[in-house]
C-alpha cells in the first residue's frame, strides 16, 4: 500500500502538530494560574500579562531536602560520646563512693536499660537512636567487665580474664545482634572482640612464637567461616579485615621462625603453621570473589612455598636455600592442569612468578659485577693479562658464597624455555609467551655470565667464551628477526659487548682481537638481518668497535691522542663510502650518523694540540665535501664541510699567531660570495642581501670594528677603499646590499678619519657659532622643502627599483 503524503513526511506533520498543541497547552495552563491568583486575591485589577513564550513542559522543580537524618546522626553521635565518656568517668572516679550495693545496682541498671532501649526505639521507627543507645550499651559491658575483675575477682589473672571476658562479650554481642537483626553494631562489635581470646590465651599461657601463630592462625580461620557465611555487609568485611590482618601476622611469623631454624627439626613446625595457613588462605579464596580469590591464592601459593622450601633447605647454605625455594615455586605451575578456580588459580600463578622473580633479582646484582667489574681496568690499560676472570673484575664479591647463583638463573631459564614450549591452554597467552622466551634468552646469558666468575675461568677462556656469548645472541637476535625475543637478545649482546670490550683492556693483543670479532660479529649480523631496524643497530655497533682500532694502533705506536686522531678519521672515511653504496635510509643514515661521531671522538683527541686540530678539522671537511657530492645529502652536509673548512683554516691561522680578523673573515668572505654569485645566476631575482649581504657583512663589519681601535692609517685606508669600490660597484649595477653596505662602511670609516679634526674645529669655534649654524641650515632645508621631498621620493624609488 502507497501512502500519500509519504510516511517520513506525515511523521514530520504529526511531530509539528504535536509540539504546537503543546505550546498551546502550556499558554493555557499559565492564563489559568494567572487566573486563580487573581480571583484569590482582590486586588486592583492588573492588566491582562503577556504570555511568555512557549517553553516545553517541565515537571516541578524537586526542593533540596533539609539534611535532617544528617544533623541527627551528628547529635546521636555527639550523645552517645557524651554518655560513653559519663560512663567511664564514673565507673573511674566516682565508683569508690558507693557501696558494692550501689555500685552493682547503678552498673546493672543502666547496663540493663540500655541493652533493652533499643527494641522499643526500633518499633517506634527511630534506628538511628536505637543504633546511638546500643553503641552506649556495648561499651557499658566492656565497662561491666573491667568492674567485675576489679570487684568479685581481684586476685585473678589479668590475661586469663581478659581471654574469657573478650570470649563471653563476643559471645552476648552475637546473641544480641542475632535477637535485633535491625541493628548494625553489634555483630561487627563481635567480630572485633572475637580477634582476642586465643591471642589473650596464649599471652596468657607465656605460648612461644609458633603458639602466638597458631592462635592468630585459628582465629583467621574463624574470621574467613564468617565472611563466608557472615550475616550482613558489615560483619563480612570486618570479618575479612580481620582474617587479613591475623593470617599475615600468623604467617610472617611463621616464615621468620622458618628461615631462621638450625635443622630441619627447627623448620617442621613453622612449616606446619605454614601450610595450614595457605589452606586457610586457599579456603577462603574458593569462595570468595574475585580479588579476594586472587589475593588467596598469592597468599596460599606463598606459604606452600615458605613451607616446603624452608623444611627441605634448613640443613643447607642460604644460597642454597634460594634454589630450593625457586623449585618449590616452579612446582606451583602445575596449577592449571587442576581443577580450581581461574581467580584461585590466578593467584597461585602469581606467587610461582614472585618466587621466581625473587630468586633471579637475587642473583641479578652478581650479573651486574660480572658485566660492570672490567670497568676497573680502564686505569690501568695494558697492564697485563690476570690470572684469572675474578681478578679482571675488580669488585669485592664473596664468590664462594654464590656459587648456587649460576644454577639459579638457569633454573629460571628453563623455566622460562619450558613455559615457552609449553604454554597451558588454560592461560591466554596476550604476549607472555614471547615474553617467556625472551626472558628464557636473557637468564640463560646471564647464568653462564656468572659461571664463569663463579669458576674463576682464565681470562683468556672468559674472553673467548664472553665473545662467543655475544655471537650467540647476535644469531638468535637475526634469526628472531622482531618482537620481544629480538630487542633482549641486542641488549644481551650490546651490554656482552661492552663488557668484553672492558675486559680486552687488560691485555694489548686482548684489545685488537676483542674490537676485530666484534666488529666482524656485527657487521656479519647487520648484512644477514631482514629488519632495517635491527640492520642499523647492528651497522653502528659495529662502527663503534672499529673506532678502538686506530685508538689502540696509535697507543702502540707511542702517539699521543692528539697524533692518534687523523687515524681515527679512518673510520667516518669507511662509513661515508658505506653512506654511498647502502640503498636503504633506514640503515644509511645511522651509519653516516655514527661516522660522525667517530669524527668528533678525532676531535676531542686532537682537541689540546692547535696544529693537529686544525689537520683534523680540515679533514672532516674534506669526508662533509665528499658526502655532500650525493644529491641527497647535499645540504645536510655542504653547510658542515664549508664550516669545518673555515674552522681549520681559523684555528691554524691562531695557532700561527695571526691577530688580524681579516686573515679570518676574507676566506669566508669569498666563499659566501661565490655562493651568493651562483644563487644569482641560478635565480636573477633573487635578493642582493640574500646573495651578497653574507659576504660583504663578515668581512667589512670586524674591519670596521678594528679600525676604529687601530691608531695607525693603513687599515682605515684599505677599509675606505674597499668600501668605496664596493659602493661604486653596487651603485653600477643597482644592487642594494653592496650601495648601503658599502657607502655605511665608508662614512663611518671617514667619519673616524675625521673625527678628531672636526673635534678642533668645535673646539676652535665661539660657542654661539653651532646654534647658529644648525639654524642656517634649518631655514635652508626649510625654503627648500619641496624640493627635497621631491629629490628623497627620487631617490627612494630609484633605491626600490635596485635589488
Keep these: 500500500m502507497r501512502h500519500v503524503p509519504p510516511p517520513a513526511e506525515e511523521l514530520a506533520l504529526l511531530d509539528q502538530e504535536l509540539t504546537r498543541l503543546d505550546a498551546r497547552r502550556l499558554q493555557l495552563l499559565n492564563r489559568r494560574a494567572w487566573l486563580l491568583s487573581v480571583l484569590r486575591a482582590p486586588v486592583a485589577p492588573q492588566p491582562f500579562p503577556v504570555p511568555a513564550a512557549p517553553r516545553p513542559f517541565q515537571g516541578p522543580v524537586p526542593r533540596p531536602s533539609a539534611p535532617a537524618h544528617g544533623t541527627q546522626n551528628v547529635l546521636l553521635v555527639l550523645g552517645g560520646l557524651l554518655l560513653t565518656v559519663a560512663a567511664i568517668a564514673f565507673t573511674l572516679f566516682s565508683w569508690g563512693e558507693m557501696g558494692i550495693a550501689g555500685r552493682s545496682a547503678v552498673l546493672a541498671a543502666v547496663t540493663a536499660g540500655a541493652l533493652v532501649a533499643p527494641a522499643p526505639l526500633l518499633n517506634r521507627s527511630l534506628p538511628s537512636t536505637a543504633e546511638a543507645v546500643a553503641v552506649l550499651a556495648l561499651v557499658l559491658t566492656v565497662l561491666d567487665a573491667i568492674a567485675l575483675h576489679a570487684v568479685a575477682a581481684p586476685d585473678a589473672d589479668g590475661l586469663v580474664f581478659s581471654a574469657v571476658a573478650s570470649a563471653v562479650l563476643a559471645a552476648v554481642w552475637t546473641l544480641y545482634g542475632l535477637l535485633l537483626g535491625r541493628l548494625r553494631t553489634p555483630l561487627p562489635a563481635a567480630v572485633v572482640a572475637g580477634q582476642l581470646p586465643l591471642l589473650f590465651t596464649a599471652w596468657a599461657a607465656d605460648a612461644s612464637a609458633t603458639g602466638f601463630g597458631w592462635a592468630l592462625l585459628v582465629t583467621a580461620a574463624a574470621d574467613v567461616a564468617v565472611a563466608l557465611w557472615g550475616r550482613g555487609l558489615g560483619v563480612r568485611v570486618t570479618a575479612c579485615v580481620g582474617a587479613l590482618l591475623t593470617l599475615l601476622i600468623s604467617l610472617a611469623l611463621a616464615l621468620g621462625l622458618s628461615v631462621s631454624a638450625d635443622g630441619v627439626p627447627g623448620a617442621v613446625g613453622p612449616g606446619a603453621l605454614l601450610l595450614a595457613g595457605a589452606a586457610v588462605a586457599l579456603s577462603g579464596a574458593w569462595r570468595a570473589p ?45 596449577v592449571p592442569r587442576l581443577r580450581v578456580p581461574r581467580p584461585v588459580m590466578w593467584g597461585v600463578l602469581a606467587a610461582s612468578a614472585s618466587v621466581t622473580a625473587a630468586s633471579v633479582l637475587w642473583a641479578a646484582p652478581l650479573v651486574a659485577a660480572v658485566l660492570l667489574g672490567p670497568v676497573s681496568l680502564t686505569g690501568e690499560v695494558w697492564a697485563g693479562a690476570p690470572d684469572g676472570f675474578r681478578a679482571a673484575l675488580g669488585y669485592a664479591v664473596p664468590w664462594p658464597e654464590s656459587a648456587s647463583s649460576p644454577v639459579v638463573l638457569a633454573v629460571a631459564a628453563g623455566l622460562s624455555g619450558v613455559l615457552h614450549v609449553r604454554w597451558p591452554r588454560a592461560l591466554p597467552e596476550k604476549g607472555w609467551r614471547v615474553a617467556a622466551a625472551a626472558g628464557a634468552a636473557v637468564l640463560g646469558w646471564g647464568a653462564l655470565l656468572v659461571l664463569l666468575a663463579v669458576a674463576d675461568v682464565p681470562y683468556a677462556v672468559a674472553v673467548g667464551v664472553e665473545l662467543l656469548l655475544v655471537g650467540a645472541v647476535l644469531a638468535l637476535a637475526v634469526r628472531r628477526a622482531t618482537g620481544a625475543v629480538a630487542m633482549a637478545c641486542l641488549a644481551c649482546a650490546m651490554a656482552g659487548a661492552v663488557s668484553v670490550g672492558l675486559l680486552g683492556l687488560a691485555a694489548e693483543p686482548a684489545t685488537y682481537a676483542v674490537s676485530a670479532v666484534l666488529v666482524v660479529l656485527f657487521a656479519a649480523s647487520a648484512e644477514r638481518s631482514a629488519v632495517p631496524a635491527v640492520r642499523s643497530v647492528l651497522s653502528c655497533a659495529s ?27 679512518a673510520v667516518p672515511a669507511v662509513t661515508v663510502l658505506l653512506g654511498a653504496r647502502l640503498r636503504v635510509p633506514v640503515v644509511a643514515v645511522p651509519v653516516e650518523l655514527t661516522g660522525a661521531f667517530a669524527a668528533v671522538v678525532a676531535v676531542c683527541l686532537a682537541v689540546t694540540d692547535a696544529p693537529f686540530l686544525a689537520l683534523v678539522l680540515g679533514l672532516c671537511g674534506v669526508l662533509a665535501a665528499a658526502t655532500a657530492l650525493r644529491p641527497e645529502r647535499r645540504r645536510v652536509a655542504g653547510y658542515p664541510a664549508a664550516g669545518l673548512f673555515v674552522a681549520a683554516a681559523w684555528v691554524r ?45 663578515v668581512t667589512m663589519v670586524p674591519s670596521l670594528v678594528a679600525a676604529w681601535g687601530d691608531p695607525h692609517w693603513l687599515r682605515p685606508l684599505l677599509l675606505g677603499i674597499a668600501a668605496l669600490v664596493v659602493t661604486l660597484v653596487g651603485a653600477r649595477l643597482r ?69
Excluded: N
Design 290 to 334: 574475585k580479588g579476594f580469590a586472587v589475593l588467596g591464592g598469592v597468599v596460599a601459593g606463598l606459604s606452600g612455598v615458605a613451607a616446603v622450601g624452608g623444611a627441605a633447605s634448613a640443613a643447607l647454605p642460604w644460597h642454597w636455600r634460594v634454589l630450593v625455594y625457586l623449585l618449590c615455586g616452579a612446582a606451583l605451575s602445575v
Design 543 to 569: 662502527v663503534l668497535c672499529a673506532v678502538a682500532l686506530p685508538c689502540a694502533a696509535g697507543a702502540s705506536l707511542g702517539w699521543s691522542a692528539p697524533h692518534t686522531a687523523p687515524l681515527v678519521l
Design 653 to 697: 691561522l691562531a695557532a700561527s699567531g695571526v691577530a688580524d680578523p681579516e686573515a679570518y673573515t676574507l676566506p669566508v668572505s669569498l666563499a659566501a660570495f661565490a655562493v651568493g654569485y651562483l644563487r644569482r645566476r641560478r635565480d636573477p631575482a633573487a635578493s642582493s642581501w640574500v646573495a651578497y649581504g653574507p659576504a660583504l657583512s
Design 735 to 803: 644592487l642594494r646590499a653592496p650601495l648601503v653596505l658599502g657607502g655605511s662602511v665608508l662614512a663611518l670609516d671617514g667619519l673616524h678619519e675625521l673625527a678628531p679634526h672636526v673635534v678642533q674645529v668645535f673646539d676652535a669655534l665661539p660657542r654661539w657659532a653651532p646654534p647658529a649654524l644648525a639654524g642656517l641650515l634649518l631655514l635652508a632645508v626649510g625654503a627648500t622643502y619641496e624640493q627635497r621631498l621631491r629629490d628623497a621620493r627620487r631617490v627612494r624609488e630609484s633605491f626600490g627599483r635596485m635589488r
